[in-house]
């Protein structure tokens, strides 16, 4: 596509920007133009365009030239940026009303439409239409113009034809997607876009992954809950329905005088609910986003009651939501890292190359220095500077500075040319020859003065003290900030001033040494410099124009704050933060592309809003609304966040006549804005950040360049490395500073040489950390008893220590304690918060009596064995036994308690923490949790920036709204004096109905009125929950204490959008990026030093455990053809085809359908169910009982059948009963869908990641379960006593009186459903009132608890940003493959093999012969297999390479086969010596899996042979699917060798040498046929082939792909077994003996080639002779390792028959046993010697030769 938009629309054809149009078509005779080197191919065009316009007519020419004209490209874009703003102006009217001023523009738009209209008639005529490669609608861009123009005159042409009932204006909103074409002008956005759009491919699995999960889903709420939400409660007597009705005729009661009863449409106008399939799977998406899902819970709880419900919603949220939307995230991720590869690796080649320039420009200035110094020196004035050039070339300081300095070469050759070359003066020194005058003399002292006063004010800028002083300023000025609230006192306003004041001039000051300092060109080099300059200056300003009371206070005190981020500057020195600040500037770039993509999205997302749904919405009071420009980009940011993105899409629906009318179509537009905003774009966000963190990670910090402090004895050498300083040279490099400048040296001279940024700055010393994570001991693994006398009184072999060591080191002892603590943290969940008397909690005291014992035993028998504290090895040194020791201490706290109650409480609250004590004694666990610390330590410094920049946004949140969050609740009052009395508010806006209400002044929940509670209102915007109410409560705000005005200050949305776009998407994205970075490294960690990567241990672990898989096949021949029947291709089909067909007749269920429609559902039920029942006798009859249930799909459907004939035989015997669990058994039905997923190939990989994070996950999921029960236990314990009241959010569906509620709650709150709102109404407050049933009923200050606020805050950060993002973690690092290039092998591939191996062994022996391994391997597709176009010889090739062990009767291994295959396809260790590689894997697979069987390693991976002298080196050699296959390949060599030969010599005078090799190959090529016969056994296969080498011959690049033998691959198929070889061998070849230790062929083949192959002194000779070409042919593919493709070398006679004899050289030589072995190329068996050429021998990739 990019080819396209660049040739088509931007580069001019030729040079000079004319078009080089060819003669039209003419044939290429004609002169071509001659192009300079590097200019651009003309682009080749359409010949004739429209069919009629030549390329040589003037007029096209002219378009041509116009439409690449960059000027008309220009032109364009402005009209486009113009017809956007036009449309943004538009103000949309209700009921198709207008304004002056959407008139006039309708008038402009004309303009518009034909601008673009002659635009595409222009480059129609120039491109062509469509025919040609380069014509115009072959661009997709062209194609997106072309629609909008064509829509926009067909709309021109119905408003002018006025035909009625045809709405133009729904066509005209097609017109807002003329932004798009911006972007195919920016380059930047070219990755991300193509970052995303790469994605599609694997999205799309994940969408249909997606579709999967909310189908069925959708279809079990429809058999559950259809109809459920139309009964409310309807007034006795009237009839009528209350205000506000709420499902009922579950959990919900109706109040007195009403009764629940039909009809109501249901809750948000009827628009969420399980009616039908469409409603379904909308309300299924809406609970997958976590909109909303929690009031359809209740709903569902309120009209049906609460027991299984629950589970519904919150398997559907962790599988939809955790899981499946999680995958789009690794996908996002993956594809943004390889697009940004792509774009480094061309920067890297362009690096360098510049590199390189420099390096060369670099090395031609020391050559001419070189020559500088033998010319002969011109005396010198006796006070210029003098420097001898000659030392400084050999002194490697100046060198290596030289070579070092990263400063652009010409300045530095300026200044050192013109102050360091010694034939020319110093440039100021006066010649004249006249005396100085007075004033020369003054100005001389002057200038030496000035420099030693810069020296020392740059001595003291960049010292410790000042250093620390600026960091103190600039603190005490943020204390200073914050000290700021509302209605503060008037002598903290006069601190605040002066202070400021105080700070401003101190800063300026600062600067201005600096400044003195360095220079003023010298001080704006650094970053942080330019940046305080700003600051300052800022502030300077601020405090003038306020002084004079030129602008409010307000607007510009912001700029104080920006003062603030001079706390950054510490992170100059803070290493870690220093890198993560380098990360995020690292990002920046790639997150500007995304921003102008995002802005670009809303912009088109809000004008498309405003076409559609402009003065439309019917609700009153609703805010989210499209009626105007910016309103609409408010409501569609807000839809992007995700925050009630579904009320604005109710309100969207019922604009359009609701789910009835035309709604469901407007229902597109918001899912489509929500999937592509939501979904992907700001899932963009988060890939970036991890992507640049995990890249952070790779390349360790480079030192920066600066001078590096160098040790006394050290010295910088040639290339910059410090090297020691030679003793004679030392004492010359000890000069006096001052004495070394000389008396006139000016240091300042060279100011504009740049400084590095890095020295402007003291250093801030940090301790070194180092991380030492013990090895997580076993679980029941016994320490020993460690040196020294615990408690000083039981020494080491003290009988009662050694005794308590014993029993509590006790496996039995430690299993009882790990049961004890699960048996008394599940009692703790038992407990009543409401009556601490009551039975059950007097009851589970005496448990906890018990509990406490059995723990305060355990304790003490540890502490005796192990010791308090005080030597190595005591009990106390380890956190994690503290942790038990202050458990156990609070429980005997408890029990003996303390008198003060509330101290009580909290320490029995405190009694939650036992569980913890688990994590201790169980090891995965412990591992997740060390995980999790690490990840903690290192995102220490994300809080910190993160805490800093949300300070930041406080404190200028209070300076823009302190005090300006109150309101009256009569709305027409503005102030507080006015607020007074009682007003008249109507119901439901019926005059008829008048309620009388008092007044009151209050505060907005989330306000800004102090610091504090700035960053608290921050924190829950960041978390989008409730965003937008604090937003439009922003927006409205006036001055301070008076009330709101509608819309008064809508330029405040900047604050929240640069807030959110900052902290929510990007920094808390990069805090959830380290927390998955920090996962994945640490559970690399354990293989840190290992040399086989992740992918490689996978597939290797696969292929040792792997098993081949029994095919049953009955012997029975009528049982036999059902089950070729069962198995065949046709009854899969069919069973597919019924399995869709049953979930559509599932899903067709409507609410209230006819009575014929329910009873053709019945017969379509009756239908598939026998025919489930069908298949099943079908397949049970082909497998019997044994085969049928091994596989675990045949149990699910033996099941699903049990299931539907249950509930068949229930719907005959009672039709009206209503059996909620029966109907529950046609779900299983919608199960088989799981099914149909197992046919498409990547959700089959989807499907087995998952099945795999599943295995990962249940640690994970312990913790997350811990983490709950703990802090679920506490909120009952805390807040389980508020009562229930319907008008807060602690009500009957959400509260904590009891254990599983107060879960429900939590996981609503980890979801985050309104959380902010829970967490208000459980501080102390009117609502927060005491439930009377409980022991505080009646407290005036109420049971809320202000513990609330770091309950609610620290639980919400703990789940949704550490926890849950382990999903996160888990599910990315089992679906990196997902994204990896598909032809890097993996293990999701291997299971192909296993299937594919059993139809060859169907009995699940492990073995099949060779000869079937090819055309195994030959069915499975790369990367694992062959494939089908694979070339006979390659995969020959391949073969030699695996070099499986070959058994006696000619079969090979199953694992020995897979674990072959993946080696070679991963290269595992096949370089070099091939024994010690293979030494060397065992050892690493022995070490990483010690469960491995050694059998299966050794037939995998064969040990060294050991031999009678204890060499391991054995005289006889075993046979090898290598060393057979290796026979094929050298005949074939051998024949295409002698043909070349022969056609060589048709054409040259043979020379004397190769003629003695001729007679060798001779006797070969005669012994051909033979040899082939002995493998083929067929005659007319070897004419074939013979026929195909010499047609093959003439042309070699088809030869390449042409099979080895012709046919003889499938000669193969027909001989799997070796039987009738054999025969036919013994007749041909009497004189042969047939080996006895093997009955097939290999070795008898083995045996001709002996026979005929040259000797090795005739081989030799001519092998020094041997021209290049002889080996041209050979196909070239990646080498492998020199191992296995050099010479062979050993002779290749039969097993116990030795070879043709040695070469003298190689006589003496033990040949080594093993296949892989092939020994250097010295001289080997047949002693070929090293002549041949080495360019050879790395091209011939794969040939044995």
Not at 270 to 279: A, L, P, S
Not at 905 to 910: F, H, P, T
Not at 1702 to 1708: A, E, I
Request: aromatic fraction near 12%.
């Amino acid at each position: 596509m990019e080819a396209v938009v660049e040739n088509g629309l931007k580069d001019p054809a030729a040079p000079n920007g004319t078009a080089v149009p060819l003669e039209n078509g003419a044939p290429p005779a004609e002169k071509k133009t001659v192009r300079r080197v590097g200019a651009k191919p003309p682009v080749e065009r359409e010949p004739y365009s429209l069919w009629c316009i030549g390329l040589k007519n003037p007029v096209r020419k002219k378009l041509i030239e116009v439409v690449e004209w960059k000027i008309f490209e220009a032109f364009i874009l402005l009209a486009i940026c113009g017809t956007c703003l036009c449309l943004a102006v538009f103000q949309p009217m209700p009921n198709g009303d207008t304004t002056a001023i959407n008139e006039f523009l309708e008038e402009i738009e004309i303009i518009f439409t034909v601008t673009f209209t002659s635009e595409c008639l222009m480059k129609i005529i120039a491109y062509g239409f469509i025919m040609h490669q380069n014509a115009y609608l072959k661009n997709t861009w062209n194609i997106l113009d072309f629609t909008i123009v064509m829509i926009g005159l067909f709309s021109a042409l119905l408003a002018f034809i006025k035909i009625e009932g045809v709405n133009v204006k729904a066509l005209r909103a097609f017109r807002v997607l003329r932004p798009l074409r911006l972007l195919s002008s920016i380059p930047s956005l070219q990755i991300v876009i193509n970052a995303i759009l790469m994605a599609m491919v694997p999205l799309f699995n994940i969408a249909l992954l997606v579709m999967f999960v909310i189908i069925i889903y959708a279809i079990i709420g429809l058999e559950m809950f259809a109809g459920i939400f139309h009964k409310a409660c309807f007034d006795a007597v009237t009839g009528e329905m209350p205000v506000d009705p709420t499902p009922c005729g579950g959990y919900y009661e109706c109040p007195n005088g009403t009764i629940c009863r039909e009809y109501w449409e249901g809750p948000q106008y009827g628009i969420t609910n399980f009616d039908n399939i469409g409603q379904s799977m909308l309300t299924v998406f809406q609970c997958i986003t976590l909109e909303g899902w929690t009031d359809m819970l209740y709903w569902v709880h309120d009209s049906q009651g609460r027991t299984w419900q629950w589970f519904y919603f919150v398997t559907m949220v962790v599988l939809g939501s955790f899981f499946v939307m999680n995958l789009i995230l690794g996908v996002l991720s993956g594809e943004f890292s390889k697009e940004r590869e792509k774009a480094q690796s061309r920067g890297d080649f362009q690096k360098l190359r510049a590199k390189q320039q420099m390096d060369e420009d670099l090395q031609g200035y020391l050559e001419w220095i070189s020559k500088a110094e033998d010319l002969e020196p011109v005396t010198d004035p006796t006070n210029a500077l003098k420097v001898d050039v000659g030392k400084s070339k050999n002194d490697p300081v100046v060198m290596g500075l030289l070579k070092s300095t990263m400063f652009p070469l010409q300045q530095v050759l300026e200044a050192k040319v013109t102050s360091e070359n010694p034939n020319e003066v110093a440039p100021d020194y006066d010649l004249s020859g006249a005396p100085e005058t007075f004033f020369q003399k003054k100005m001389k002292q002057f200038e030496k003065w000035n420099r030693k006063n810069r020296r020392t004010m740059k001595y003291i800028c960049k010292s410790q003290f000042m250093f620390w002083l600026i960091i103190t300023l600039v603190f005490l000025n943020t204390i200073v900030l914050a000290t700021e609230h509302h209605n503060q006192p008037p002598w903290l306003d006069e601190f605040q001033e002066y202070t400021n004041l105080f700070f401003v001039i101190l800063f300026t000051g600062e600067m201005l040494m600096k400044m003195y300092a360095l220079g003023f060109s010298g001080y704006m080099v650094s970053l942080f410099n330019r940046f305080d300059f700003f600051v300052v200056l800022s502030s300077i300003l601020e405090y003038v124009l306020v002084k004079n009371e030129l602008v409010p206070p307000v607007g510009l005190s912001v700029m104080r704050c920006i003062r603030l981020l001079r706390g950054f500057k510490v992170t100059k020195y803070w290493s870690a933060m220093g890198n993560l600040v380098k990360s995020l500037v690292n990002s920046i770039s790639s997150i500007v592309a995304l921003l102008v993509l995002l802005v670009l999205f809303i912009f088109i997302f809000a004008l498309l809003g405003m076409q559609l749904f402009g003065g439309k919405f019917l609700i009153e009071g609703s805010r989210a609304t499209f009626d105007s420009f910016f309103q609409a980009c408010f409501t569609v940011f807000q839809i992007l966040t995700g925050e009630d993105w579904n009320v604005v899409m109710y309100d969207g629906i019922q604009a359009y006549g609701g789910m009835k009318g035309l709604g469901s179509i407007a229902l597109i537009y918001f899912l489509f804005l929500f999937i592509a905003g939501n979904f992907i774009l700001l899932n963009v966000f988060l890939a970036i950040a991890v992507d640049n963190l995990s890249t952070d990670g790779d390349e360790e910090e480079a030192p920066a360049e600066e001078e590096i402090a160098l040790p006394d004895n050290m010295m910088l050498g040639p290339d910059g490395v410090p090297i020691p300083i030679p003793p004679d040279q030392k004492k010359d490099m000890k000069l006096e500073m001052e004495g070394y400048y000389g008396e006139e040296f000016d240091e300042y001279q060279e100011e504009y040489i740049n400084y590095p940024e890095e020295d402007d700055e003291g250093e801030f010393e940090e301790a070194i950390k180092t991380r030492v994570i013990e090895d997580p001991s076993p679980v029941n693994k016994i320490e020993p008893i460690p040196a020294g006398a615990s408690f000083f009184i039981f020494s080491q072999d003290n009988a009662l220590r050694i005794f308590c060591h014993w029993l509590q080191g006790h496996p039995i002892m430690g299993n009882f304690i790990l049961v004890c603590i699960i048996v008394s943290s599940a009692l703790l969940a038992c407990e009543d918060p409401l009556q601490s008397k009551s039975d059950i909690n007097n009851t589970l005291g005496y448990f906890d009596y018990v509990f406490t014992t059995i723990f305060t035993v355990e304790c003490a028998l540890k502490l005796i064995t192990y010791g308090f504290l005080f030597h190595t090895g005591a009990f106390c040194r380890s956190p994690f036994n503290c942790l038990d020791i202050v458990v156990v201490s609070v429980s005997l706290i408890s029990i003996f308690g303390g008198s003060g109650i509330g101290f009580l409480k909290i320490l029995r609250v405190l009694r939650v923490l036992r569980p913890l004590r688990a994590i201790n004694r169980a090891k995965g666990l412990k591992k997740v949790v060390q995980c999790l610390i690490v990840s903690v330590k290192t995102i220490g410094n994300i809080v910190v920036v993160t805490l800093l920049l949300q300070f930041l946004f406080a404190v200028i949140g209070v300076q823009l709204f302190k005090g300006k969050f109150f309101m009256c609740t009569d709305l027409s009052k503005i102030t507080e004096a006015e607020c007074q009395g009682e007003f008249f508010l109507y119901q439901d806006a019926d005059i008829n109905i008048p309620l009388v209400e008092e007044r009151v002044w209050e505060r907005s929940n989330f306000h800004y009125d102090n610091v504090v509670k700035g960053m608290l209102t921050l924190f829950v915007a960041s978390t989008f929950e409730g965003w937008p109410g604090i937003l439009y409560v922003s927006i409205d705000s006036n001055e301070a204490d008076v009330g709101p005005k509608e819309d008064y200050r809508p330029i405040v949305f900047m604050f929240y959008f640069i807030y959110i776009i900052i902290l929510a998407f990007f920094m808390i994205n990069i805090f959830v990026g380290f927390v998955i970075v920090t996962f994945q490294s640490e559970g690399e960690a354990d293989f840190k030093d290992c040399p086989l990567d992740k992918n490689q241990r996978n597939c290797i672990e696969f292929s040792l455990n792997a098993k081949p898989m029994k095919l049953y096949i009955p012997k029975n021949p009528i049982q036999y053809k059902l089950w070729a029947f069962a198995t065949s291709p046709l009854c899969e089909n069919t069973v597919f085809l019924a399995i869709i067909l049953n979930t559509v007749s599932l899903a067709m269920k409507v609410y209230h359908q006819p009575e014929w429609y329910t009873d053709f559902l019945d017969v379509l039920n009756l239908i598939f169910t026998f025919f489930f029942v069908g298949e099943f006798i079908l397949k049970f009859g082909a497998f019997r009982f044994k085969n049928y249930f091994r596989d675990p799909w045949n149990g699910f459907d033996f099941f699903i059948v049990v299931g539907s004939l249950i509930d068949l035989g229930a719907a005959q015997l009672a039709p009206d009963a209503e059996v909620m669990s029966i109907s529950f058994f046609r779900l299983f039905r919608v199960m088989r869908l799981v099914k149909l997923l197992n046919k498409n190939e990547n959700i089959r990989t989807l499907l087995w990641t998952f099945m795999k994070s599943f295995k990962a996950l249940p640690w994970v999921m312990l913790l997350i379960g811990l983490i709950f029960f703990i802090y679920g236990t506490v909120a009952m314990q805390m807040m389980g006593r508020i009562a229930i009241d319907e008008d807060t959010n602690i009500h009957r569906n959400n509260n904590f009186q009891s254990f599983p509620m107060a879960m429900l709650v939590l996981f609503r709150s980890a979801t985050g459903e309104a959380w902010q709102e829970i967490m208000l109404d459980c501080i102390p407050s009117e609502t927060a009132v005491c439930d009377m049933a409980s022991d505080d009923a009646g407290k005036p200050e109420g049971c809320g608890s202000y513990v609330a606020y770091p309950f609610f805050i620290s639980f919400f950060v703990v789940c949704a940003f550490l926890v849950l993002n382990l999903f996160v973690a888990v599910i990315m690092d089992n679906f990196d493959y997902l994204t990896r290039d598909w032809s890097i092998l993996g293990p999701h591939h291997l299971s192909e093999f296993v299937h594919l191996w059993s139809e060859y062994d169907p009995d699940a022996k492990g073995f099949i012969k060779h000869v079937d391994v090819v055309t195994l391997l030959r069915k499975i597709s790369p990367p694992l297999g062959f494939g089908k176009l694979c070339p006979h010889r390659v995969a020959c090739k391949r073969l030699v390479a695996m070099n499986m062990p070959l058994n006696a009767d000619g079969s090979v291994n199953f694992n020995a086969t897979l674990f072959a295959l993946v080696r070679t396809s991963l290269n595992i260790l096949t370089e070099g010596n091939i024994d010690e590689a293979n030494d060397e894997l065992r050892h690493q697979i022995l070490k990483i899996f010690r469960q491995t069987d050694v059998a299966v390693l050794d037939q995998c991976c064969p040990p060294p042979k050991i031999n009678h002298y204890g060499d391991n080196c054995e005289i006889e050699d075993d046979v090898t699917v290598g060393k057979f296959y290796a026979t094929f390949l050298i005949q074939d060599y051998f024949r295409r060798f002698k043909k070349k030969k022969e056609t060589k010599a048709a054409t040259e005078a043979p020379t004397d040498k190769t003629t003695v090799f001729q007679a060798g190959l001779r006797t070969l090529h005669e012994a051909g046929p033979e040899l082939q016969r002995t493998i083929s056994t067929d005659l007319e296969a070897m004419m074939a082939a013979e026929a195909m080498a010499i047609g093959g011959d003439e042309d070699i690049a088809t030869r390449r792909n042409a099979p080895l033998f012709g046919q003889i691959a499938t000669e193969f198929k027909k001989h799997t077994s070796p039987l009738p070889r054999q025969k036919k061998l013994t007749s041909d070849f009497a004189d042969f003996p047939i080996d006895p230790r093997t009955e097939a062929s290999e070795a008898t083949v083995e045996n001709l080639l002996n026979k005929f192959l040259p000797t090795g002194d005739q081989v030799k000779e001519v092998f020094q002779t041997i021209p290049q070409y002889a080996f041209q042919d050979i196909p070239d593919q990646q080498r492998h390792s020199p191992s296995q493709f050099g010479p062979p070398s050993r002779s290749l006679g039969p097993s116990g028959q030795p070879g043709p004899p040695l070469s003298p050289q190689g006589q003496n030589r033990c040949t080594i046993d093993n296949s892989n072995q092939l020994s250097p190329p010295t001289t080997n068996g047949r002693g070929i010697s090293p002549a041949r050429p080495a360019r050879r021998r790395q091209n011939e990739s794969s040939s044995p030769y």
